[in-house]
Every structure is written in structure tokens, then in C-alpha cells.
């Protein structure tokens, strides 16, 4: 099935692929010949770390090629008063009686210590498309979960921060 990205997701990829090729690529092939140059490679620490900082970065272009090739395109539109991708919402959680502020985004920006949640996530399942004051259940196994309100939704529209996880 693939990844599900938006429009700017895939603008990231393309670009960070062409940095890697064009810069990342160039940089690494002379760090590489620049060890060889040292004379024994058998026992030549910078050129096998050149070498593996070569493999890496190539390892990244072909990675990030294949989600390309194999993603969906989803729209990042949402109605005016739902949760949709990159909109930020706070959720209370009745558990704990607290209150947190996500925002919403693909699975390859997602990143929780800095408050971005997955929509493939099971928390981002449960609230995308929810109205603020809606009550919703966040299954975590089977039939298992917990209960968060929607408290309010903000519309965010700039993304240009967000990086793209790693592998």
C-alpha cells in the first residue's frame, strides 16, 4: 500500500533526495578518495568511516525513492471546524485529567517528543475527522483504549519546519 503522504511531503522527499545527490553525494565521494589517498586501507579508519557514510547516504536516496514510488497521495484539506492533517488540537485526556496539544501530521513527520502525531497512529485514528467537544475512544488493543475529548482545533498551514524522519 505504501506511505500516505500529501503534496508537501512529497516536495520534502524530492528535495532532499536532489540535496543528497547533488550535494551530500559529491561531498562523501571526495571524503572517500581522500582516505584512499592515506595509502593502507586494511587498516585505515577514515576510509572505512568514509566509506560507510557513502553507503548511508546512498542508502537514504534509494529509501527515500521507494517511498516516493510506492506512496498515496492523500489531501491535507479538512473542513473548517474538523481535525484533519497539520491542524493542531488540543485533546484532554479523562484518565489523567490533562490536557495536550498535538498536530497532526503524515507517519514520515510524525514525531511525538515534539508533539507531531501520526495519522496512522491510533490517537491520530481515532480524533482525524472529529468536530471540537467531540468524546472519542482511542483503541489500543482489540477493544481496549481510553477516552479524550477534542477540546479546540487550529487550523495550521505551515509546515516548512517539520523534518522528515529518519529511517
Known sequence: MGEQLTRSDVK??????????LVVRKRELEAVKEARAQGDLSENFEYKAAKQDKNRNESRIRYLERMLKNARIISDDSGEDEVGINNTVEVYFEDDDETETYRLVTSVRGNSLQGLISIESPLG???????????VKVKTNGDNGYYVVVKKIEKTTDDSNDTLRKY
Open 12 to 21: 520534502k522527499i524530492k528535495e532532499e533526495i536532489e540535496y543528497r545527490k
Open 125 to 135: 485514528k481515532a480524533i482525524k475527522g472529529r468536530k471540537a467537544g467531540d468524546r
